[in-house]
């Protein structure tokens, strides 16, 4: 410490004017976790928790038994199987033969290595981003990576997260690092008030649809303002969910009392002195006053309306009062011709056959009591099928102990089991052919719910109205 | 890993922007627990149409377009990290992709895979496009020693991590380096937990 300020003071001497800038809640994350740098090139981050689910593993297992490799830390993973798993009957053997080898490998490889593994009926088993929070394993100050994009989902906790490849999935087998370039830095603020019947899904549709689909590439964004401080964590983890829809690799909010309040006493959460001790340091992570950003951008909340898609990628986003743009664009073009939309329009009073609400984005207690809330003594409209599916086992016994059970399935809803289900359409779950979802997923991509299928992002609200209606309706003009 | 240091040759051209990797390969091939076999399905929803039958507008499907480079539109690889997509890529015989911009993730798994993501200038790849468009059989070299692409259009150096740059050319991929690093590795987890 002595020769520390002894440093400072003689810079000081030097350069009188110059002062170290602050550091920001990323910066402080990522170089705690930093081992080591290559010279001229990555630094070597250090991973505290990885996730893992059938999909994306399995090659990653072969590689290390190729190369006679250990995992080094098993008791650091936590896998679960969600991506290619049935929302009906899950107690029966899986019916598709590649799936069930899928699963299967997951189980030997968890067997094998000593990985706990939340297997398929198990108590917590659900989607790995919302399972991870609500045991309590995603935590402040954590550097937390999965073979998945919606890893920075847990950014929503001050946590450094970000979805990895294969490679890298082996790689953190290996040696529970990765080799990383530190991305750059990028704010984007909200503040303001929000209108009625605008949710969190709204912010972020809205933010994407402003910067675009690779405005954070090569960054890691941090969100602040009033508007996330005063979000739940549930809606916290839907904004940072998509922040690899702007091309960033993760998404981070300053742990506050919000944060610690949702952690505490969950399954893995730290207990007694711990938690204490945990507290002061995650106190100390928010980003100093004069830290500094690469890139910055600014939004007033009340310009966000709830929002809707109308093309093919998460920036393609409009309000609700919207219209679609009228330019000249082969990329537009091509996207219109796949969803069966003209340039100019509004969604408003479209018929719609299919709803989902669930995903990694939205299939969290809150956005199920959002949802049966606009239902509760309504029934969905005869055109409409509409999927529940709950993003944890944990989550659907809640919706039964809360009674939302019941409202949905009055109001003609289906509830099936969790899992990813028709956001990527890997399992039984597909969106036929031509026909329109106004779903609560995170990408809209061609094909994305089923070969083509049309996809339309919206919040659980929005989701839920269509259900109700048949069409897309302007829901701030249904709100009491 | 394959070494990867110079490749001449022809190139498909894809001018459509922010392809994401379930455009290059479909969730429903990712049931597979190898690596094989991902080439025959790469952008198969566009290779062929709703009955099955082939689409013969798609760039693959004709046989005038071919080589194993593969240049396309701004932002590529966007969307699911699934690195399936740069086996698909690799699969189907694509050594080289060249965009204008690249997704961080595929970025990232296409050099784990030995496939080096090209990045050039808006005004190149637009050059570059309706080039090959004109004559598909227009050659391209790729210099990844001395970070130049070589075409009609010109001659364009290109970015590259310098230790991304050495893994390619020697063949090398992160697993080795990491394991080397085994002692810092557990001397920087035995600190962290004491000053826990």
């Known amino acids: ?480 | 890993m394959e070494k990867f240091t110079k490749l001449i040759g022809t190139a498909v051209p894809l001018p459509v922007e922010n392809i994401d990797t379930d455009q290059i390969i479909p969730a429903r091939f990712l049931k597979a627990t190898d690596k094989k076999g991902f080439g025959n399905n790469v952008f198969q929803d566009w290779r062929f149409n709703k009955d099955g039958s082939k689409n013969e507008d798609f760039v693959l499907n004709n046989d005038a377009y071919s080589g194993p480079i593969l240049v396309a539109g701004n932002n590529f690889g966007c969307g699911s990290s699934r690195e399936h997509a740069a086996w698909a890529l690799g699969g189907y015989g694509f050594k080289v992709v060249v965009s204008s911009f690249f997704a961080d993730i595929f970025k990232g798994n296409a050099l784990n895979n030995g496939i080096l993501p090209l990045q050039v200038t808006p005004d190149y790849l637009k050059n570059l496009l309706q080039t090959i468009k004109e004559n598909p059989k227009t050659e391209i070299t790729v210099d990844l020693e001395k970070q130049v692409i070589t075409s009609a259009v010109g001659e364009q150096s290109f970015d590259i991590d310098p230790y991304k740059k050495v893994c390619m050319i020697n063949g090398y991929d992160d697993i080795d380096y990491l394991l080397s690093k085994k002692e810092t590795i557990e001397s920087f987890e035995r600190e962290r937990k004491m000053a826990v």
């Not at chain 1, 930093?34 to 250090?46: E, F, I, K, S």
């Not at chain 1, 049935?86 to 598709?96: A, F, G, N, S, Y």
């Not at chain 1, 969604?347 to 709803?355: C, D, E, F, T």
């Open chain 1, 1 to 480: 410490m002595t020769v520390f300020l002894l440093k400072s003071v003689k810079i000081g001497c030097f350069e009188p004017n110059i002062k170290m800038a602050g550091k920001t809640l990323f910066d402080k994350v990522w170089d705690a976790h930093v081992v080591d740098t290559v010279a001229n090139g990555p630094q070597v981050l250090y991973i505290d928790k990885h996730l893992i689910h059938e999909v994306t593993s399995p090659q990653a297992f072969a590689e290390l038994e190729e190369r006679g490799i250990p995992v080094a830390r098993p008791d650091q993973i936590v896998a679960t199987a969600d991506h290619n798993t049935p929302t009906v009957d899950q107690h029966l053997p899986i019916k598709d033969a590649l799936s069930r080898n899928q699963l299967q490998k997951l189980t030997e490889n968890c067997d094998k290595y000593g990985i706990t593994l939340y297997d398929l009926g198990h108590e917590f088993n659900g989607i790995v981003h919302v399972i991870a929070p609500e045991l309590g394993i995603t935590q402040p100050g954590m550097t937390m990576v999965c073979g998945d994009s919606h890893t920075s989902t847990h950014g929503a906790f001050g946590t450094i997260a970000f979805g990895i490849g294969t490679s890298q999935v082996a790689q953190v087998f290996a040696s529970q690092c990765l080799l990383l370039t530190k991305p750059k830095k990028l704010r984007v603020s909200v503040n303001g008030e929000l209108k009625r019947g605008v949710l969190p899904k709204d912010v972020i549709l809205y933010v994407i649809s402003k910067i675009g689909t690779n405005a954070g590439t090569g960054y890691f964004c941090e969100y602040a303002g009033n508007v996330f401080e005063e979000m739940s964590m549930e809606g916290r983890m839907t904004v940072c969910n998509m922040s690899i829809e702007m091309g960033a690799r993760g998404g981070m909010i300053a742990p506050d009392e919000t944060t610690f309040e949702y952690i505490k006493g969950r399954k893995f959460a730290p207990k007694g002195a711990e938690w204490e001790q945990k507290v002061k340091y995650w106190k100390s992570l928010p980003t100093d006053a004069d830290a500094e950003f690469d890139k910055e951008y600014n939004f007033d909340a009340a310009d966000i309306e709830p929002m809707l898609t109308y093309g093919t990628n998460p920036g393609m986003g409009m309000k609700i009062s919207g219209h679609i743009p009228d330019k000249n664009d082969e990329n537009l073009e091509k996207s219109l011709e796949y969803m069966g939309f003209n340039k100019g329009e509004s969604l408003i009073g479209k018929p719609i056959n299919y709803v989902f609400i669930g995903s990694c984005t939205n299939s969290r207690i809150e956005d199920f009591r959002i949802a049966a809330n606009y239902v509760k003594g309504k029934h969905k409209a005869d055109n409409v099928n509409a999927w529940l599916v709950p993003g944890s086992q944990q989550v659907a016994k809640q919706l039964v102990e809360e009674g939302l059970d019941h409202v949905f399935t009055e109001a003609g809803f289906t509830l099936r089991q969790p899992g990813c289900s028709a956001c990527l359409a890997m399992n039984d779950d597909k969106i036929p052919r031509g026909e329109y979802c106004v779903s609560t997923s995170n990408r809209n991509f061609e094909g994305r719910q089923g070969q083509g299928a049309r996809t339309i992002l919206a919040s659980p609200l929005m989701a839920a109205a269509t259900a109700v209606e048949g069409k897309i309706v302007d829901i701030t003009k249904n709100l009491n």
